[in-house]
């Protein structure tokens, strides 16, 4: 009898559970083919990392935000693959004889998600919240204002002439993305209440650590040059793309073997072989930016230089990516990756991966340094960053220096790094920016604290000059002066490995894929 | 029967006070910053702020815990910033997947478990019983991340029958919502299986050398009926505990396979709300899973009654 009344209860269960399964609504998509060859239409599945926190792009400088929001929103100016300003919502821009004005004339006739005209009210609105988000924008931009000069022409007044100014206008993170006046109005701090843009791509759903669901914008209107970079011809070739949140990489890794997944972001190093010898998938590990060593400047043993310069007399680079970066790294002194042509430099390279033991404890020596522990703080959510960091404080600690491994998750290694009390060495990777002086070290609130006059009055006339040229012969004096200053130590270029099935074609990379353009073979 | 439930209920209170407090002053003596997590590291000052201000984290921390407890109280878990939506919504919207799997990998715990350990306690000392608790033993013993990444390993990527990753609602279908759980099912639940299984053997075991039990077998009752009827019933006390237990141990599996198998569930949920700092919705969801652990340990007491008489005299 009572055993019967188990039974009753498992079948109640078991309905509770169906019910709840019901309340989880989600849509089916069928995957629409075409003619066979290169088709269009269908739905291209990519796996990524992890979820941005939001994809306003105004809001956040993470990287993620701008991967997802590029394909939604676009901004006036954008990047071509070598990291170069190129127009996109503007048809080109002037600058002014004194170099304070520039006049952008928009592309008429471009019309966002909601079906309205893009005109130069909405830029203006745009671009004034973006001066006030931006971290960038208040260096390279301050004291900038927008407005519009007719429907379709926007001025930016600027207080000094910088050759930067264009560079942030097209920065990649916490761009400058154009989004419908009232959006822009009705936004809150924590964001835009909708995702409206320009974009080859429109927002349709954003299921919450599960994927966001972007789909073809009918009515887009292209630019009328060659696709190259994030600039010039884009085009939804996928009727649907789903952005699918797969923080596990061997989720990532069996999900694309499985054909789960068309496209997969951002593998461990040690992936690589495995990827590479799949006849079925397509590898690419362009180069994303450079793997650095911070020392916390703001008070404490690395606040003096030769503590740094000894350090750098030890640093085998070779070694420590090798460890952290497997077969994949590119050793270079350049803050600019190679990519970066407007910005590649070879100054100062002679001070980069020269162990020299000797010299080494001679700068101990002479900075005084007598056994006190350094703490590394590092985290294991990224293997690379673990695995670098455990690379250094062996090397460290054979050269007689006393170092301690401090790991945590990731969010508290970055509220750390930002508490000058709590940390000495820190090793990370960062993203290219569209000039190395936007890097994070050359600002004084980044973690890594304040640099010293020279290099403050270096940049001061850099941010000063009107010319490319001018600017790159500072540029180079600024890395070999930092190359002895070390406001960092460069380790070498890594990159992020994205594989994707044979079937998938066109598919470029610029930190993270670029999927317009993009096609899937059935 | 009535007071022994209602001063059960009662006593929840308490407990789940001091888990409140508890989990609060966890989370805001963690370093990491909601803000600086949503605006990333280069964020202005005057940015993390606001954005601070806006997320109530400015004010200080008796009073974010009174208004905290106060939303509780009035029905209201908070609001995730990152997410858009309320907390309970939150944890709605991400039940329905730990649910199914917790429950169906307890399904399948007890389907196979208590059979199994029944077998093998009527064969004791068998080829067959040394199998099945060799076999148990490994099932206690393999994480079950490890097995998740077997069981995608041959099933998903090998022969392809079934999907490595993802999750699918019932209201598309059995079949499909079924395609994408059974690995991880099999991942979650073949340790319930195995504890089961080793727990039913060793109950039936004791019961089995009663002297009630020889008397039955004495007088001639089947084999069959000693065993179903007489035994397992007594049995089934302990085995009880177990499954009450580990449904329990359940919903915590889940976190890691959730993750591996990338299912959308509430142990997912809290893993991506701990990476970003979503203060409000892991509070929500270690208050919930508290209340739904005792919970269970309230309905297997009293089902202790359902089962053995004795259990409810003892509390008249």
């Known amino acids: 009898m009572k055993v019967r009344k188990i039974g009753i209860m498992m079948v109640v269960l078991s309905l509770m559970f169906a019910l709840f399964g019901c309340t989880q609504e989600s849509k089916k998509t069928s995957k629409t083919t075409d003619d066979g060859g290169k088709t269009l239409g269908g739905e291209l599945q990519v796996a990524i990392n992890t979820q941005p926190p939001t994809i306003d792009p105004h809001m956040s400088s993470v990287s993620m935000t701008s991967t997802v929001a590029r394909h939604i929103i676009e901004p006036l100016v954008t990047i071509n693959s070598k990291y170069e300003p190129v127009p996109m919502l503007a048809k080109s821009w002037e600058i002014s004889q004194d170099g304070k004005t520039y006049t952008f004339p928009l592309r008429e006739g471009v019309k966002f998600h909601n079906g309205k005209e893009l005109v130069a009210e909405d830029v203006v609105a745009s671009m004034r919240r973006w001066l006030e988000k931006s971290t960038l924008a208040q260096t390279a931009l301050a004291g900038a204002t927008f407005e519009a000069k007719d429907k379709f022409t926007v001025l930016m007044q600027v207080e000094k002439p910088s050759v930067f100014a264009i560079y942030a206008l097209a920065g990649m993170y916490q ?56 600039g010039g011809r884009k085009e939804a070739l996928v ?135 350094i703490r590394l703080i590092t985290s294991r959510d990224y293997s690379y960053i673990y695995d670098s960091a455990t ?34 060495l820190f090793s ?95 | 029967m009535k007071i022994y439930v209602l001063k059960r209920v009662l006593s929840l209170v308490p407990i789940l006070f001091i888990v409140s407090i508890m989990i609060f002053m966890i989370i805001h003596v963690t370093p990491g910053d909601p803000a600086t997590v949503m605006l990333g590291d280069t964020a202005t000052t005057e940015q993390v702020e606001a954005l601070r201000n806006e997320l109530g984290l400015n004010i200080p921390i008796y009073q974010q815990y009174i208004n905290w407890i106060t939303g509780i109280l009035h029905g209201d878990l908070g609001y995730s910033f990152f997410m858009r939506q309320s907390v309970t919504m939150a944890i709605i919207s991400h039940l329905g997947p730990t649910v199914s799997l917790a429950i169906m990998a307890q399904i399948m715990a007890i389907i196979i478990g208590i059979p199994v350990g029944i077998i093998a306690a009527n064969r004791k000392g068998s080829l067959t019983d040394q199998s099945i608790m060799g076999l148990s033993l490994l099932g206690i013993s393999i994480p079950s991340f490890l097995l998740a990444l077997l069981l995608i390993l041959l099933f998903g990527v090998k022969l392809q029958w079934l999907p490595v990753a993802g999750y699918k609602a019932l209201s598309e279908g059995m079949w499909v919502h079924l395609k994408y759980l059974i690995l991880p099912i099999i991942a979650l639940g073949s340790m319930q299986v195995a504890l089961i299984a080793r727990m039913t053997r060793n109950s039936m075991l004791e019961v089995l050398n009663m002297d009630y039990i020889k008397t039955a077998r004495s007088k001639g009752i089947k084999e069959r009926n000693i065993v179903y009827k007489h035994a397992l019933r007594n049995a089934f006390l302990p085995i009880l505990t177990i499954v009450g237990q580990s449904f329990a141990v359940l919903v915590a599996g889940a976190a890691v396979v959730e993750t591996v198998f990338n299912i959308p569930g509430i142990g997912q949920l809290i893993i991506n709300s701990i990476e970003r700092r979503d203060f409000a919705v892991i509070q929500g969801i270690v208050l919930f899973v508290a209340l739904v652990y005792v919970l269970i340990n309230l309905v297997v007491d009293l089902l202790y009654g359902v089962i053995d008489p004795r259990v409810r005299l003892n509390h008249k």
């Open chain 1, 175 to 230: 761009f400058a993305g154009i989004m419908p006046k009232e959006v822009v109005e009705a936004a809150t701090e924590i964001g835009v209440e909708e995702y409206i843009g320009t974009g080859p791509f429109k927002f349709v759903e954003w299921k919450q650590d599960q994927y966001i669901h972007l789909a073809k914008y009918e009515d887009y209107n292209p630019v009328d040059s060659p696709a190259d970079g994030l």
């Open chain 1, 239 to 373: 009727d649907n793309l789903y952005l699918q949140f797969v923080v596990d990489s061997s989720t990532r890794l069996a999900g694309l073997l499985s054909e789960e997944y068309d496209i997969g972001y951002a593998y461990e190093y040690d992936m690589l072989e495995q990827l590479e010898n799949n006849p079925n998938l397509n590898v690419e590990n362009p180069y994303f930016g450079p793997l650095a060593l911070l020392f916390n400047k703001n008070q404490g043993l690395f606040s003096d230089v030769k503590m740094r310069q000894a350090v750098n007399a030890i640093l085998d680079n070779d070694k420590i990516a090798k460890a952290s970066l497997g077969k994949k790294y590119r050793l270079d002194s350049s803050y600019a990756t190679q990519e970066l042509s407007n910005w590649y430099s070879e100054a100062g390279a002679e001070s980069y991966n020269k162990p020299d033991l000797e010299k080494a404890k001679r700068l101990l020596k002479e900075a005084g340094y007598n056994g006190e522990t």
């Open chain 1, 391 to 424: 690379a250094i404080k062996e090397q460290l600690s054979k050269a007689g220096m006393k170092v301690e491994l401090e790991v945590y998750d990731f969010a508290t290694v970055i509220a750390k790094s930002f508490e000058p009390t709590k940390w000495e």
């Open chain 1, 428 to 522: 990370v990777g960062f993203a290219a920016r569209t000039t190395p002086l936007e890097q994070e070290w050359f600002n004084s609130k980044y973690a890594t604290g304040p640099l010293d006059q020279k290099s403050e009055d270096l940049i001061k006339q850099l941010r000063g000059s009107t010319s490319q040229e001018d600017a790159k012969k500072l540029w180079d004096e600024l890395q070999a002066y930092s190359w002895e200053f070390l406001p960092i130590i460069k380790i070498a270029d890594y990159s992020r490995i994205t594989a994707s099935s044979k079937k998938v074609e066109g598919l470029k990379l610029l930190d993270g894929p670029i999927l317009w353009n993009t096609t899937i073979a059935k």
